[in-house]
């Protein structure tokens, strides 16, 4: 069998309870106004490198539980008792570093949501920018730990920052 070409020719055959099915009709590319939300979403962006995307949709669930609901500022307190539960949790990927990361991350976010209100505004300020990609993985990596080239792009491509979530002849993309 041939390799889709994108996630939308990829899902568009499966069956409608399809957990790649589900996340590409109603999260992928869709803009987030949450700041946790998409903390969350940069927490399960992280957690996937090296793995494969299915099983971090098959663990978001245990993340989001995890992580607090992604309480960006309750994940900015964890101490090394919270680093000891979470690396004892059989639900979520239990990288030490990833780990580290994501509570580096949520304190990080939290500077920023002081300087600029939320991390949306700052996403949004940055995005008014007309930053390409790499000037979007240029900041990321100047801000936030275990953000390469391809986290960024994906966490920018699915919270709807930049193009690219949806093909042209995607009936998602149609509708929304």
Known sequence: MEKPSSYCEYVKNLPDDNIHRVYHDTQY?????????LFGRLILEINQAGLSWTTILNKQDNFRTAFSNFDIKKI??????????LLANSGIVRNKLKINAVIFNARKIVELQKKY??????????????LNLNNWVTLFKENFKFTGNEITKEFLTSTGYIK?????????LKSS
Do not use: Q
């Open 117 to 130: 209100g939320s991390f949306k505004s700052w996403l949004k300020i940055k995005n008014d920018s007309n």
């Open 76 to 85: 900015a307190d964890y101490d090394k008792s919270d680093i000891s539960r």
């Open 29 to 37: 590319g869709f803009k987030i106004d949450s700041d946790n939300e």
């Open 164 to 172: 690219g979530a949806h093909i042209e002849t995607c009936p998602i």
